[in-house]
């Protein structure tokens, strides 16, 4: 079984800056496409960034555009999200995942972090 472990959550005044990081073990002599979901309470779980195998393309939910990067580390399937700008309603429990069979842009994720908190206040 491959576990994500994930790091960076805190408590940002909005306009702040928080990166947050994945770090995956197990079977990591795959390699898998990655990605960002984030749940506040009360409401569904959502996309927020993804990146290929390779770290060449890239995808974004509209309300992160411009203010979030998603970005592939040095040791293999180790994945980031450098998050600017926050704003309240970036608030959430934001997860990790791993997609280890689809092609992109199709993932269909396989393997979920635990989560990570991330508060900004106003």
């Known amino acids: 079984q491959v576990q994500l472990v994930e790091s960076g959550g805190g408590l940002v005044q909005a306009g702040g800056s928080l990166r947050l990081s994945c770090a995956p073990s197990g079977r990591t002599f795959i390699t898998y496409a990655m990605g960002w979901f984030r749940q506040a309470p009360g409401k569904e779980r959502e996309f927020v960034a993804a990146?290929?195998?390779?770290?060449?393309?890239?995808a974004y939910a509209d309300s992160v555009k411009g203010r979030f990067t998603i970005s592939r580390g040095d040791a293999k399937n180790t994945v980031y999200l450098q998050m600017n700008s926050l704003k309240p309603d970036d608030t959430a429990l934001y997860y990790c995942?791993?997609?280890?069979?689809?092609?992109?842009?199709?993932?269909?994720?396989?393997?979920w972090g635990q989560g990570t908190q991330v508060t900004v206040s106003s």
């Open positions: 995942a791993a997609d280890a069979r689809s092609l992109w842009p199709n993932e269909q994720y396989d393997y």
């Open positions: 990146i290929n195998r390779s770290g060449s393309s890239t």
